[in-house]
């Protein structure tokens, strides 16, 4: 049984199949720096994805606001689903923004990962399933940085867990 901060008592699922077809947790999982409890799915987790971006056809040149951002309070990860359809495409990069609410802006998460060379990419006529992204309740925001090609069209989904 965990507990939170506080020294609360959390509830837990006991099984898979408790956790099935439902938006809970298996466990938690304790953040320090904003000493709280985040739910832990451990790969039990089931939910519907949600749509972060639609029908993009341009790069972002610019950040975003916080609240084009998703707000993953209360969940450790988020694993995004990026659905790209085009012509020629050579380099399609992306990269992960966190938002830091102290500093209020957005700060790039670790490498730009260019779409187009990975392998799933072909294979797949285009959807590629990106590792799930150690969250821990911040707003985070796929942005694309750069594009060679025709056109693009992109649809990006997330699912929180």
Not at 10 to 33: I, K, Q, W
Not at 49 to 55: E, I, V
Not at 82 to 98: A, D, M, P, S, Y
């Amino acid at each position: 049984m965990a507990r939170d901060d506080e020294n609360k008592v959390l509830n837990t699922v006991r099984s898979p199949e408790d956790a099935e077809g439902n938006e809970v947790a298996v466990g938690y999982v304790f953040n320090p720096t904003k000493k709280r409890f985040y739910p832990d799915s451990k790969g039990l987790y089931s939910a519907d994805p949600k749509k972060h971006r639609d029908n993009v056809t341009q790069v972002d040149t610019e950040n975003p606001s916080v609240d084009a951002g998703i707000d993953c309070e209360g969940y450790r990860n988020c694993r995004f689903d990026v659905e790209v359809q085009g012509v020629n495409i050579t380099t399609l990069k992306v990269q992960l923004l966190r938002w830091n609410s102290l500093a209020h802006k957005w700060f790039g998460c670790g490498n730009a990962v260019n779409l187009a060379t990975a392998a799933e990419f072909t294979v797949s006529g285009g959807c590629v399933c990106l590792l799930e992204d150690e969250a821990f309740g911040a707003t985070i925001f796929l942005k694309i940085l750069e594009f060679v090609g025709s056109s693009f069209v992109a649809n990006i989904y997330y699912v929180l867990c």
